[in-house]
């Protein structure tokens, strides 16, 4: 049996820290699944501004199973979308960037995405990427991976569009890009014997409620980040330790072998 194992760029994780991305729109939605209203309360917010805080390292790059799985996958599914669906060169694979508006330093976490495919290349470094992010990127066309289990996928590709939930993801990328005027979900499996791609096409006017949405959570976001500020709490900034640090000093202290755990 294959053991799926991937690292990302840390630097693309951290740059996903300085946005709202499809993830964190997830929790602050104010729909449910079903459609129905949801009451998106403080703590809800505070959850996702403390992931923005935290320290990553390279321990924080690596994934296994199924969601390496997926992002190993991404080139041969867009491959093959270009093969078998819009038979040239539509879309290129993207890896470990993000793409946010020009404006994105001007903003608290404005909204920003990961590509998994454009209909443009990466532009060079000395043009407009810094580090792991684009900024004023203008896609036209966006294509989106995903490889789940068997049985999802067949869900999915049997589900109205307008019902997939990643239907967000590409929401979001369209907030961030108005220049997107087409976006392709590719649902990919290649352990299918049949049904291995499914591909379902969302032009912008069709995700016109959903973009809106995107750009309300992420208005939202922003007061919340000021009212905050304006609470009589007290908070230290930043100290001179972080938890590996601790590890560390454990570990020299008992001699503890890196593979057993940390006790006290």
């Not at 040239?88 to 946010?100: A, S, T």
């Not at 608290?108 to 000395?126: E, K, N, Y």
């Not at 995903?146 to 239907?167: D, Q």
């Amino acid at each position: 049996m294959v053991k799926w194992n991937h690292k990302c760029d840390l630097g693309w994780l951290k740059a996903r820290q300085a946005c709202l991305t499809a993830t964190d729109i997830k929790e602050l939605l104010p729909v449910t699944k079903t459609g129905r209203a949801r009451t998106v309360n403080d703590e809800s917010y505070y959850k996702v501004l403390a992931r923005k805080k935290v320290l990553l390292t390279e321990d924080d790059c690596i994934s296994t199973g199924a969601m390496a799985r997926g992002h190993i996958l991404e080139p041969y599914a867009i491959d093959m979308f270009n093969e078998r669906y819009a038979k040239k060169q539509l879309l290129n694979h993207w890896d470990d960037m993000v793409v946010v508006r020009k404006d994105h330093l001007l903003l608290d976490l404005g909204l920003g995405f990961s590509p998994d495919a454009l209909d443009i290349q990466i532009p060079t470094r000395s043009n407009t990427v810094s580090s792991n992010t684009v900024y004023g990127a203008e896609p036209k066309v966006l294509g989106e991976v995903k490889s789940y289990s068997a049985e999802r996928h067949f869900i999915c590709g049997h589900t109205a569009k307008e019902k997939l939930e990643e239907r967000w993801q590409i929401a979001a990328a369209m907030a961030v890009c108005p220049s997107i005027e087409d976006a392709y979900l590719i649902f990919f499996n290649p352990s299918m014997t049949r049904n291995q791609m499914f591909v379902v096409w969302y032009g912008r006017g069709n995700l016109t409620d959903e973009i809106q949405i995107c750009l309300d959570i992420e208005k939202n976001m922003r007061k919340f980040i000021n009212d905050a500020h304006a609470t009589t709490s007290v908070s230290v900034e930043s100290l001179d330790i972080t938890e590996q640090s601790i590890i560390n000093s454990i570990m020299e202290k008992e001699s503890m072998n890196p593979t057993k755990s940390v006790s006290r």
